[in-house]
């Protein structure tokens, strides 16, 4: 399907739409894309981490008014303008005390505090693959068109977002997965260079150097989630 070949390379692709080098539907998309990743996928993911935490002892995200799905309690002002002007964007960290999660340990509390904000991005695409899939089935107009193509664009910057998150790059969840395995030295070694190897990444992403790699993952997460979604037709 032609349309699916423009949603490659999302996190750009987004950008170029926003600015104007799309058509009017497209760029409408693309707000509706950005307004969903700040207001239902940001505080789901945050809440997931929340939850964990509590599940494992520590009741710190509940005591200061986090769980919540109410997207006011998790917006982060700058990382929502840099989600609408640049479409990569954050929320506000759900505050963990990983000294409180008495029920594993330390170690274990970070690896799944850390895992449980993609694994809820992946599991939020899986629904909103399943919905598109659901309207493309009863595509009658061209409204209906452009809107399983913003249900699906969610679908697609979701899995994106998550595999960006899972790199093991400091601040990232993958950064604190890796570290819940290495020993201290290498928790040093983040530590002490984590700023560095952050900002060589964000030149590295802006130059496009990574479109690739990322690209070649976030396809094969979505592929993995159509088939997953088998019983309603395939659409890669």
């Known amino acids: 399907m032609p349309v699916l070949d423009r949603i490659k390379g999302p996190i750009f692709e987004l ?6 080098n799309g058509t009017v539907q497209e760029t409408v998309i693309a707000f509706f894309a950005v307004a969903a990743i700040i207001f239902i996928v940001f505080p789901i993911r945050e809440c997931a981490r929340g939850y964990m935490a509590k599940y494992l002892g520590d009741d710190t995200g ?3 008014g986090r769980l919540t799905l109410n997207p006011l ?6 990382g929502a303008l840099c989600m609408c002007f640049c479409c990569i964007g954050w929320s506000r960290t759900m505050p963990i005390n990983l000294n409180r999660c008495t029920k594993t340990k330390g170690r274990t509390a970070l ?3 850390s895992l449980a904000g993609p694994v809820a991005n992946i599991l939020m695409s899986y629904i909103f693959v399943i919905v598109s899939k659901i309207i493309f089935m009863n595509i009658t107009s061209t409204v209906m068109f452009y ?6 664009y969610v679908a697609v910057i979701n899995v994106y977002l998550a595999v960006l998150n899972l790199l093991p790059i400091p601040p990232f969840d993958g950064c604190k997965i890796l ?21 060589a990444f964000f030149f590295a992403l802006i130059l496009g150097l990574l479109d ?15 088939k997953a979604s088998f019983f309603l037709g395939t659409m890669m």
Do not use: A, K
């Not at 309690?73 to 700058?78: A, E, Y």
């Not at 809107?147 to 699906?152: E, N």
């Open 62 to 64: 509940e005591r200061e």
């Open 73 to 78: 309690s998790h917006i982060d002002p700058m």
């Open 147 to 152: 809107v399983w193509y913003g249900v699906y």
């Open 111 to 113: 690896f799944l505090t």
């Open 212 to 226: 690739g790699p990322l690209d070649f993952l976030s396809d094969g997460v979505m592929w993995l989630l159509d």
């Open 15 to 20: 950008f170029d739409l926003m600015t104007g």
């Open 179 to 199: 570290c819940s395995f290495l020993p201290r030295n290498g928790v040093l070694f983040f530590e002490r260079y984590g700023q560095i190897i952050n900002m």
